[in-house]
């Protein structure tokens, strides 16, 4: 994501709570891996853990994804090169004992042409503009230096899409991931319990809204966690001899007052109480059920956060398409609900379809088209930078009982300032590839970047 327009606006931005050349690349990645890197490190929405589904899309769109015959094969290292026979002549190779990256790990297989791949080198430029060297870490904003728990999974997706594609070598993508494992392993946590909400990417200081080195912190977000354990499993699983050490990292966390009962619980400071700390259920239908899930993988009974079936969800007909929402009414229980297109579309990428999960993205995408053919406004929907005030909004699909508003985190509506956003755009897109309307969205977005610096929201 390119936001050029910097001051203390971050605060809503924050506070959202391949080894070869060839024209065509083979692996684990797919086009969400592709997507992992489009857009930024807010946008990092496609993951790197695939879909087993075929993409054809025209010249100006995503471009064709088919199926891998074999996901089981493994792909050697780059360092072993294409010349070396570690079955045969060269079995005692010194570098034959390097393990090879593990493409299984994905939910699926797939292929990108050289058009797939643009879109993604044009994505990387913002992970090299914004890579600090110190910790590892990847600014959340262009040129801002500071960073979520959140972003730092997303910014490791894209380290992993970045190496997987052969934008970087395996010397580089060692270099970055050591020092956000180190930086990991040594960064102080909010009460000594989690991560704070946000951290310097210079200093790693824990820091507040405004960027000020902070000695207690703010808070934890247990949604924000998720997308790092999400993505830290990955890394284990495609390159082993991380496991350890990223292990160790998410040990240092204490989960008691994070996940109970079923559901899960962010951090924050008692403004009223000095020094006591106050434990707030977290999530709202979408966003929920992805951390959800990802906890589940770790071992937490998390049977409530982790059901699309629980008992908050409710359906609202939307232009005559049924979208489920969050009943608990951010009127009464002061946290929005908001719809938007991101999480259903995170969730499909990077854990896979499943009986709930289907119809509800399919909905989202539907009611979106629909909103097209019916005003001509071409619509995807999601939170995102902007470059004037109020520099952050949510434009949303339904929230507090109405559909289509925008607005900022203080619920002030700006439905003046409604944007096509380039991730939902781009998810859609790939998730519905033979859909006439992922022509309408890419056509709509493609030429939404910047050569050096990467893609606008």
């Known amino acids: ?195 704070n909400k946000a951290y310097h990417t210079k ?54 007052r994070l996940v109970k009962n079923g559901n899960l619980y962010g951090l924050a400071n008692d403004k009223k109480n000095e020094g006591k700390t106050r434990v707030l259920q977290e999530g709202r239908l979408g966003y929920e059920q992805y951390a959800g899930k990802i906890f589940e993988e770790f071992g937490f009974d998390v049977s409530v956060a982790a059901s699309y079936e629980n008992k908050w969800r409710g359906n609202v007909d939307i232009l005559g398409v049924p979208i489920a929402y969050d009943t608990r009414d951010p009127r009464e229980y002061g946290a929005n609900n908001y719809v938007v297109t991101e999480s259903y579309a995170m969730d499909a990428m990077e854990l896979g379809l499943d009986n709930e999960n289907t119809e509800l993205l399919r909905n989202i995408f539907e009611v979106q088209k629909r909103r097209w053919k019916e005003t001509g406004q071409v619509t995807a929907i999601s939170e995102d930078n902007i470059d004037q005030a109020p520099w952050f909004v949510y434009n949303t699909i339904f929230n507090a009982g109405q559909a289509w508003q925008t607005m900022n985190n203080a619920d002030v509506v700006y439905n003046k300032l409604k944007t096509i956003s380039v991730k939902a755009a781009m998810s859609m897109a790939l998730l519905f590839p033979d859909d006439e309307y992922s022509a309408v969205l890419m056509n709509a977005i493609e030429s939404a970047y910047h050569p050096d610096k990467g893609w606008y929201s």
Request: glycine residues 6%; negative net charge; hydrophobic residues 35%.
């Open 203 to 256: 200093t790693l200081d824990m820091v507040n809204y405004a960027n000020k080195p902070t000695d207690v912190g703010i808070g934890t977000s247990v949604l924000d966690l998720a997308r790092l354990m999400s993505w830290s499993k990955m890394l284990g699983c495609m390159h082993p001899k991380y496991s350890a050490s990223i292990g160790n990292a998410l040990s240092r966390w204490k989960y008691e």
């Open 1 to 195: 994501m390119v936001n050029e327009a910097m001051s203390n606006h971050e605060k809503e931005s924050l506070e959202r709570d391949s080894k070869d050349q060839d024209s065509v690349r083979t692996g684990h990645t797919l086009a969400e891996s592709l997507l992992a890197v489009a857009g930024g490190v807010v946008v990092a929405v496609i993951l790197v853990s695939g879909l087993s589904a075929t993409v054809n899309k025209s010249e100006n769109s995503l471009s064709k994804i088919t199926e891998q015959a074999s996901p089981d094969v493994l792909e050697m290292s780059e360092l072993v090169g294409s010349s070396l026979q570690c079955d045969a002549k060269d079995a005692g190779s010194l570098q034959c004992l390097i393990k090879p990256t593990n493409n299984s790990c994905s939910i699926g297989q797939g292929e990108l042409c050289e058009a797939d791949l643009e879109i993604a080198r044009i994505a990387w430029k913002y992970f090299e503009n914004n890579y600090n060297p110190e910790t590892g870490l990847v600014n959340s904003v262009n040129n801002y230096p500071s960073t979520t728990m959140w972003d730092t999974g997303s910014a490791l997706a894209a380290t992993v899409s970045a190496y997987d594609f052969g934008f970087i070598s395996k010397k580089e993508f060692d270099d970055r991931i050591t020092a956000m494992t180190r930086s990991l392993l040594k960064m102080k946590l909010f009460n000594n319990e989690a991560p």
